[in-house]
């Protein structure tokens, strides 16, 4: 028996910074998860990630991560779309410079 679909977010690196993105319903790239299009059906999931992968000149990498609907917009529900929210983890930089200053 085939597993239930979940939903899902597009997500992959842009391409010049390496930082992590995510596809909007509007068809841009966001640096933040919860401004990212949570998708519920899995053929729309499907013909999302092949818009992404057309896109080599913005974005490397492009895969589809399970999320859920959380309180501000989609939320990771696995400890690597999680880790990937907080940016690199060698030294503070990017994003994690801009939430130590909350």
Avoid: C
């Amino acid at each position: 028996m085939p597993r239930q679909f979940t939903p899902k977010v597009v997500t992959a690196n842009a391409l010049l910074e390496g930082d992590v993105v995510w596809l909007t319903a509007d068809d841009e790239w966001t640096r933040r998860m919860d401004e990212a299009e949570l998708i519920d059906d899995e053929a729309h999931a499907q013909l999302r990630l092949l818009f992404a992968e057309s896109q080599p000149h913005e974005i490397v990498g492009a895969y589809l991560a399970d999320a859920t609907a959380g309180d501000a917009g989609p939320a990771p529900t696995h400890f690597r779309e999680t880790f990937r929210t907080r940016g690199p983890s060698n030294y503070a930089h990017g994003k994690q410079v801009e939430q130590s200053n909350v």
